[in-house]
């Protein structure tokens, strides 16, 4: 039966199908759907853990211990699961070890594009690329079969387009291998698995000696193949890019490839032997295209497509067009009209408790270093009250850092719950230890909510939402040493206030909790408040807190009952107190 | 077979990923291959949200082509005046008669288009323009966020395929306890072009 799936939720299906008894993960756009599904098939473990390296250590050692296990996470976590890919591409594994790794071409989510293939060639790990759900499904299998053949973990590569993407699943009754009856005795080989120089020395000729037996192995696997076509034209692809360049290029002769590191040679030679031109289409680097020019193959690629953002099947025609690869199409006349289309930003939910709090720290006109989540929407206008963002925990040692530059600003950082618990732990304790004196603001909305709500060491339930140990931000910093800690909500502006006001003018480094749920998770709705318009003088204060539902109109400003969560801020932050509570 | 290929524009909250779901799902049981792709930006909220679907005897690319988009079904006003240049001559926009502000606009830093630019603007690519009370019509049976129901609903006409077909599938996908309501919802929609 065919079933439709994301490829998230067939990369789950896939991973159950294979074996995996193992799922580690940290969310993020457009992985997190991966570990949330897997969670939900019988007799596997699945976790969230705090960060993408944890979830990548966990599943190497389910691996050692010869079960096949899964880690995944969206380009970016990778980055911070980095170290632990080296050393397992060092000691390799004895189950099956596949990282799920969805990178996030035109940064729909992310805050920057960095195309994931150069991993597979720096760590020298094999990456295989699906094309849509089906390849996704079975994909994770043959990766896993990879994985235990020559004892190195596997990389499958994901794009939005494909874990967000859904299309048919051949679907079955099918049930995964059953466990091994007795548990296996955990094989000793401090050689193989402790990584001291005179150890990783002997490792690396394997390492390199691997790669090339895989990539002898890539002639035969038959998920690099050559569709034959009109042998004017070859076309070179993986992914979802294969299937654009299907649109655009329907004759032509292609060589799909579903392994993209290492790179089956042979296959490209005779594909180049046969094609006249080829043309290489990827999004992002050029990445095949600079191995296949070291081969001393004649492609183009770069040349003829862009190096930034996101391919689509329109910008595949356009440059092909361009480069006279295909004739012009018949096409309507292009539409040129100078109507004004106002964007439409992403923006804190009506309601949201960081709204309140970056309320109260721009009225205080503090530097706010952010970090990322919902609350770096904080920076846009008309809000604007965060200053920087870079990568997940930066926040806190960036705001110590600018401390230590000496400047006449007051500066915080702010960061979400999950964040803290991900990697904002160090850069506290060394605001402590180095004699810090910023302060660090923690929105905690208790869900990771960004990336869909998902639980976390501070919500006190699993992935499967089952009780567990809660591991509360306020005794961990207090544990650490900060002696200057408090615990606000922050629609009670007035003590919100009272308490940064207080922090800043401390010379003890400190942190402030501004609790307040997520209304979204936690389907928190009251009435929606009114506005009296005998009362209202339009002077469009409340319009400063950029909440959705106030409409500044001709006469006074009105609240959208449709749109309004009913929190109650704008009514405390109207001077005239004309926004009545109902 | 003939190949469809549909936008669906909205805001953040609307509903429109559920009923793009279910119109993938349609698409499937009345036999085509099906392909459907969505981004959900950044913003859990308010944020603007597209899909596209692809119906046909054999679809490769998830993602509709400009110029090639049969139909356009708008649950916002704004958000459809985004997409004419991906519809093919003689498309047919579907268009939630209903405004949700940006920000830029709520602050009295933008305009926003009347409806008679907008529809002027589609109209260039397509043939027809429907407006439909979507939000009305949800609104009326209880739930605003029934409006991607009824937007399918009146989508459903020109689309053809069996109603039973299509109450169906929304059967399966919507939450047990508001499948009659949406199915009424969806009915109340038909009528818009019936
Ligand atoms: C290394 C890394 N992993 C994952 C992400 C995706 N991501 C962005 S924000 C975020 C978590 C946000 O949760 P929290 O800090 O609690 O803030 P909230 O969204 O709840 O306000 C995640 C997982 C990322 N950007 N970088
Ligand atoms: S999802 Fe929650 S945390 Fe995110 S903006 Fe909305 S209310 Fe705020
Ligand atoms: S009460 Fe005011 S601040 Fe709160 S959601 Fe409604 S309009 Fe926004």
Not at chain 1, 359 to 384: F, K, M, S
């Amino acid at each position: 039966m065919k079933k439709l799936m994301t490829g998230n939720e067939a990369f789950a299906y896939g991973a159950y199908l294979a074996g995996v008894r193992v799922g580690a993960a940290y969310p993020g756009t457009p992985s997190s759907e991966i570990m949330d599904n897997f969670s939900r098939y019988p007799g596997v473990f699945a976790e969230w853990s705090p960060n993408e390296k944890v979830s990548l250590d966990v599943a190497i050692g389910a691996a050692y211990a010869g079960t096949r296990a899964m880690s995944s996470m969206k380009h970016v976590g990778l980055n911070v699961a980095s170290d632990s890919l080296f050393y397992a591409v060092y000691t390799g594994v004895k189950g099956g070890l596949v990282i799920i790794c969805a990178d996030d071409p035109h940064m729909h989510s992310s805050q920057n594009e960095q195309d994931n293939r150069n991993y597979a060639k720096f760590a020298k790990c094999p990456m295989l690329e699906p094309s849509d759900s089906e390849e996704a499904k079975q994909f994770v299998g043959i990766a896993l079969d990879l994985s235990e053949k020559f004892e190195t973990p596997v990389i499958v590569r994901s794009v939005t387009r494909l874990s967000h993407s859904s299309t048919p699943v051949e679907h079955s009754d099918a049930t995964p291998p059953p466990p091994p009856e007795e548990p296996p005795l955990y094989e000793r080989n401090a050689q193989r698995y402790v990584m001291v120089p005179a150890n990783a020395r002997r490792r690396h000729p394997i390492v390199e000696d691997r790669l090339k037996k895989i990539a002898e192995y890539a002639e035969t696997m038959p998920i690099n193949f050559i569709e034959p076509g009109d042998d004017q034209l070859g076309i070179i692809s993986a992914g979802v890019n294969y299937h654009y360049a299907k649109e655009v290029f329907p004759n032509a002769t292609f060589l799909k490839l579903g392994m993209v590191y290492p790179l089956p040679e042979k296959l490209i030679r005779e594909f180049a032997d046969r094609v006249k031109t080829i043309v290489i289409v990827e999004e992002l680097d050029p990445f095949l295209e600079e191995q296949l020019k070291l081969m001393g193959i004649e492609a183009r690629g770069k040349d003829i497509f862009p190096m930034l953002g996101e391919f689509s099947p329109t910008l595949v025609r356009n440059c092909a067009v361009k480069a006279g690869l295909i004739p012009t199409p018949e096409a309507p006349p292009e539409i040129k009209t100078d109507l004004e289309r106002p964007i439409r930003p992403p923006m804190l939910c009506p309601g949201c408790g960081h709204r309140a709090l970056f309320h109260v720290l721009r009225e205080n006109g503090v530097l706010v270093t952010g970090d990322i989540g919902c609350y770096t929407l904080g920076a846009a206008p008309p809000l604007a009250a965060m200053h920087t963002t870079g990568c997940m925990g930066a926040s806190i040692g960036v705001a110590h850092g600018i401390d230590k530059g000496n400047v006449k600003d007051d500066v915080v950082a702010v960061l979400g719950d999950s964040t803290f618990l991900h990697s904002g732990i160090h850069p506290l304790i060394d605001v402590l230890y180095n004699q810090g004196t910023s302060t660090t603001i923690i929105s905690d909305n208790s869900a990771t909510a960004m990336t869909g709500f998902q639980e976390h060491p501070g919500t006190g339930k699993t992935i499967k939402k089952d009780e567990t140990a809660l591991v509360d931000p306020e005794k961990l910093v207090r544990g650490i040493g900060f002696e200057k800690v408090d615990v606000c909500d922050p629609y009670d502006i007035d003590q919100m206030e009272k308490i940064l006001k207080d922090h800043l003018q401390s010379d003890m480094p400190s942190v402030i909790i501004a609790r307040h749920p997520c209304v979204l998770n936690a389907k928190e709705k009251h009435t929606p408040p009114e506005v009296d318009p005998e009362l209202c003088i339009n002077c469009g204060i409340c319009l400063d807190i950029g909440c959705s539902p106030l409409i500044q109109e001709e006469e006074h400003v009105r609240v959208d009952a449709l749109l309004c969560n009913g929190c109650g801020l704008c009514v405390k932050v109207c001077p005239q107190e004309a926004i009545i509570e109902k | 077979m003939n190949n469809l290929d549909f936008l669906m524009a909205g805001v953040g909250g609307q509903g429109t990923i559920l009923a793009s779901n279910i119109l993938a799902e349609v698409g499937l049981q009345l036999g085509y291959d099906v392909k459907k792709a969505e981004v959900h930006g950044m913003a859990q909220r308010g944020g603007e949200v597209d899909s596209h679907v692809r119906w046909g005897s054999k679809v490769y690319s998830p993602l509709v082509e400009e110029n090639n988009v049969d139909y356009l079904v708008g649950f916002e006003m704004l958000e459809a005046a985004r997409f004419p240049q991906y519809l093919k001559e003689g498309a047919v926009s579907l268009v939630n008669d209903y405004r949700i502000n940006p920000p830029l606009v709520n602050l009295g830093k933008a305009q926003y288009p009347s409806k008679k630019e907008i529809e002027s603007l589609l109209l260039s690519r397509a043939d027809k323009v429907i407006w439909v009370e979507g939000t009305g019509i949800a609104k009326e049976l209880g739930n605003p966020a029934m409006v991607g129901v009824v937007m399918l609903g009146a989508l459903s006409n020109l689309v053809g395929g069996d109603k039973e077909a299509w109450l169906e599938v929304i059967g399966q996908m919507v939450p047990p306890k508001f499948v009659d309501l949406n199915k009424e919802a969806f009915l109340e929609g038909r009528k818009v072009t019936g």
